[in-house]
């Protein structure tokens, strides 16, 4: 199984980008996907989750800004990101709790590679 995470780079202040996290490989279901974000120097923090129901949840600081959704048949996460900051600046993953057999008790939790979210004020 993998995670590939798309959609990041440079944009101004004010502006927005959506990120994309495609899971691939031996697949039985996927259950609650999130974002994460990793800033220079700084820990990594929960950015929004979601679950196989679609409850969300999300940080505080990106509610009224940010968008968590996914596409059950195309096995992918989004993130919409509206009003960035530069406090926004940082590393996304994505992550998932997959299954990869209908036998296998407890999901495994994956994550994406990581991409970049500069925001420039």
């Known amino acids: 199984v993998q995670l590939q995470a798309s959609g990041g780079g440079l944009v101004q202040a004010g502006g927005s980008l959506r990120l994309s996290c495609v899971a691939s490989?031996?697949?039985?279901?996927?259950?609650?996907m999130g974002w994460y974000r990793q800033a220079p120097g700084k820990e990594r923090e929960l950015v929004a989750r979601i679950t196989s129901g679609s409850s969300t949840n999300y940080a505080d600081s990106v509610k009224g800004r940010f968008s968590i959704s996914r596409d059950i048949v195309k096995d992918t996460l989004y993130l919409q990101m509206n009003n960035l900051k530069p406090e926004d600046t940082a590393v996304y993953y994505c992550?998932?709790?997959?299954?990869?057999?209908?036998?296998?008790?407890?999901?495994?939790?994956?994550w994406g590679q990581g991409t970049l979210v500069t925001v420039s004020s």
């Open positions: 490989g031996s697949i039985s279901d996927i259950n609650a």
């Open positions: 992550n998932a709790a997959i299954r990869q057999s209908i036998r296998d008790r407890t999901p495994y939790l994956y």
